[in-house]
């Protein structure tokens, strides 16, 4: 790459709704760059795209695509980098398989999955698919640690416009339930390394045989690295009670994982559910299901699929269902179950959600219920169960008078990643599994049993040294309560604590931090923000991934209207925009009655911080202007009430993108800092607001009908352009 090839901004190609928006604002975006001489280019990090570049040599020359994810990581370890990044979908298995069947339709000539590799070819294909699945564009973007937060104006308004919240009161039977040992919680340990070392990952099985699961895994000094497993049987088991427990307590069964993310380990966790939800059916016909292909870890729908033409398996299903209590349902109306699809219910957004609305969860019934969340493993359980607790004897929380909570999260150089990472496996035979050092030194040793789920992940030194000074810097400049989310009692955060306290104790600033529990630092941040106060969470990855759908979700309605910066380590920047959680029904409603209710607010926030940020790097003072105008026309869209509604007939996303571009034009012909953007613009205002009825009609025109993008996962870019960039006179004035 040369600095001649690489946009000013970087805009990334994503998937779902975020895309679809991408289709109308960006052509705004790019019209207004020009007059500050900032050039905004695009990169493909979708999942398609992610396919497609996996395979050029099944493909055709003009089907061919760059590997834009290589480049861009690449990218943001330089200073230049400054990308606006909206959020990708995280595969799962279902997903990845649905995205190459789409292409393969479509005239790509890609291999299929090989669901059991033989051949070195299919094993070498195998590989590639499984690079591309869950969080795999997250650790290669991420050169720098997060710094989430609600902008200024969101959180005015949402002070002033309190969303609904769903009641709590001490009555109620909504609970989680975790496992109290056997779990990943209880079997961590960890180490920080004292130089530079080389580690193998080896399983010993009972009669002293040894295979390698990995090698060449290279770590520098100062590295803390973590191993632990769950226990197949005690999952097994855990599930089993927690079945039973629910249909004594009269409630609905809910599951909540993040298969996307962790996958590695939390599909296969998602298999057990479904394996002991299912345990008298696949007793009886387990062999017969096996030879239909059916695989648990894809979820009950793709199970029902494989077996809709075999009467037995059917009616032993339904016995069992009946026996079973109510699930918690993703659609109660089309019979899509919590358990139907390992990516259809995310923690970060399904228990917030839950949470939000008073802890009710929607039942086979099409009603509201009480509900028992289960979420096996203990390290992260007690933020949701102290949260319901805490609502339990409280009351909902006020969004009118709420504060806020900020989060630090520590995220650079592939910083926790738990259950994802190809250290993370599903143990074969019964044995001790070793992570063994190249000097010899045995780093990590557990015993464990067939089925069981290893896994190791680490933690690097510069990252968290960048971590604790942001935290510094940020605790200065707003002088709210600050808050490590470490638990001394557990490995991992034990080692992260014996970096914090000598950082913090030399800058002096000790005095200004609190270090908690998960559990504690939660009710803490409750107690806090129910005053009306400000807290900041400064917490690990994982962490960092699920308060900030949590304390979003319930201050502000939803997280994808959070500002997300990422200071790079090397000086660039990256510019995040929220959660695309809810993206599939987005895109299902546009396709079925033309309205798509994605809010693009975050993409608003980014775009501002991304033209002040090059106004720093590059000296560009008409990029300053640009982004402070930016913060006023977003304040317009939420003043005016200009953000899309739920429902067809009302204003959507497309509407949302008139009026932005109408206020920024405003902002930059009213502001007094730049006389050329001020002239250069107010034709253009002018000319928005003058045009105002033909525009509106026009993008309210085949609303409530069906339309045509061509493909889900890889939709066709004129048929897209069409439906959401309809109106004729906007895209005279935008072009």
């Not at 504060?403 to 520590?410: D, E, K, M, R």
Request: charged letters at 25%; glycine letters at 8%; hydrophobic letters at 40%.
């Amino acid at each position: 790459m040369t600095d001649k090839t690489i946009p000013d901004i970087i805009y990334t190609k994503v998937d779902e709704a975020p895309e679809l928006a991408s289709a109308s604002f960006l052509p705004i975006i790019q019209k207004f760059a020009t007059a500050a001489g900032v050039t905004v280019g695009t990169r493909d990090i979708s999942l398609a795209g992610r396919i497609i570049s996996s395979f050029p040599e099944y493909l055709r020359e003009d089907q061919r695509q760059n590997d834009d994810l290589a480049e861009l990581g690449e990218l943001v370890k330089t200073p230049q980098a400054n990308v606006i990044k909206l959020p990708n979908i995280s595969a799962s298995m279902p997903q990845l398989v649905a995205a190459l069947k789409e292409l393969q339709a479509q005239g790509y000539a890609l291999p299929d999955y090989p669901e059991n590799p033989q051949s070195d070819e299919e094993k070498s294909i195998r590989a590639r698919f499984d690079a591309i699945k869950g969080s795999a564009v997250n650790p290669v973007l991420r050169e720098g640690n997060s710094d989430r937060r609600a902008a200024a104006p969101v959180k005015r308004y949402a002070q002033a416009n309190p969303h609904r919240m769903g009641k709590w009161g001490p009555d109620s039977k909504t609970r989680v339930a975790a496992m109290s040992g056997g779990d990943f919680f209880s079997n961590e340990t960890s180490a920080t390394l004292g130089k530079a070392a080389t580690a193998k990952i080896v399983l010993q099985g009972a009669d002293g045989s040894e295979s390698v699961l990995k090698t060449g895994v290279s770590y520098p000094a100062g590295t803390v690295v973590d191993a632990t497993f769950m226990s197949a049987k005690a999952l097994g088991a855990f599930l089993e009670q927690e079945i039973q427990a629910t249909k004594d307590e009269g409630t609905l069964f809910s599951l909540h994982l993040k298969a996307t993310m962790m996958k590695v380990s939390d599909p296969i966790i998602f298999g057990h559910a479904v394996k002991v939800w299912l345990k008298p059916v696949f007793d009886e016909f387990g062999e017969e299901m096996a030879a239909l292909g059916v695989n648990p870890n894809s979820g009950m729908g793709d199970l029902l699929a494989r077996v809709k033409d075999s009467p037995a398996i059917m009616a032993a299903i339904a016995r069992v269902t009946a026996e079973r209590p109510p699930m918690y349902m993703v659609n109660s109306d089309k019979g899509i179950t919590n358990l139907h699809v390992p990516s259809d219910v995310i923690i970060d957004a399904s228990m917030p959600a839950l949470i939000r609305g008073g802890g009710k969860g929607w039942g086979p019934d099409g009603a509201e219920h009480d509900t028992n969340c289960v979420i096996p493993d203990n390290s992260y359980a007690p933020v949701y169960d102290e949260t319901i607790k805490f609502f339990k004897a409280n009351g909902a929380l006020d969004p009118a008078t709420a504060g806020t909570v900020q989060n630090l999260g520590l995220m650079a150089q592939k910083a926790e990643e738990y259950g994802s990472h190809p250290t993370t496996f599903e143990i074969p035979h019964s044995g001790t599994v070793r992570m063994v050092l190249d000097d010899g030194t045995v780093l990590h040793e557990h015993s464990v049993e067939a089925g069981d789920i290893w896994r190791a992940a680490s933690v690097r030194k510069a990252p968290i040294e960048d971590w604790v000074t942001l935290a510094i810097e940020r605790q200065k400049a707003t002088g709210y309560r600050s808050i490590f989310w470490l638990d001394a009692a557990r490995a991992h955060d034990a080692e992260l604590i014996a970096y914090v306290k000598p950082l913090l104790e030399a800058k002096g600033v000790a005095d200004k931090f609190e270090i908690m529990s998960p559990r504690d630092a939660t009710r803490a941040s409750l107690e806090t923000i129910t005053k009306g106060e400000n807290t900041i969470a400064i917490t690990g990855n994982v962490l960092r991934d699920y308060l900030t759908d949590l304390f979003p979700i319930l201050e502000l309605a939803t997280s994808a209207k959070m500002l997300s910066i990422v200071k790079l380590m090397q000086g660039g920047g990256l510019f995040e925009t929220g959660a695309g959680g809810s993206a599939p029904k987005h895109v299902q409603q546009l396709m079925e009655e033309n309205h798509l209710r994605w809010d693009s607010l975050g993409e608003f926030c980014a775009l501002g911080e991304s033209f002040k940020f090059l106004a720093d790097a590059r000296g560009n003072d008409k990029a300053r202007v640009l982004g402070d105008a930016v913060e006023v026309a977003t304040q317009g869209i939420l003043d005016h009430d200009r953000s899309p509604g739920r429902k067809v007939g009302q204003p959507d996303n497309r509407d949302s993108h008139y009026w932005f571009a109408r206020y920024w034009a405003e902002a930059l012909a009213a502001q007094d800092a730049d006389a050329s953007l001020a002239a250069h613009f107010a034709p253009i205002a002018k000319a928005l607001a003058d045009g105002e009825a033909a525009i509106t009609q026009e993008l309210m025109a085949g609303r409530g009908a069906a339309v045509d993008l061509g493909g889900y996962y890889h939709g066709d870019a004129k048929k897209t352009a069409a439906v959401m960039r309809p109106s004729a006179s906007l895209n005279a004035l935008i072009g």
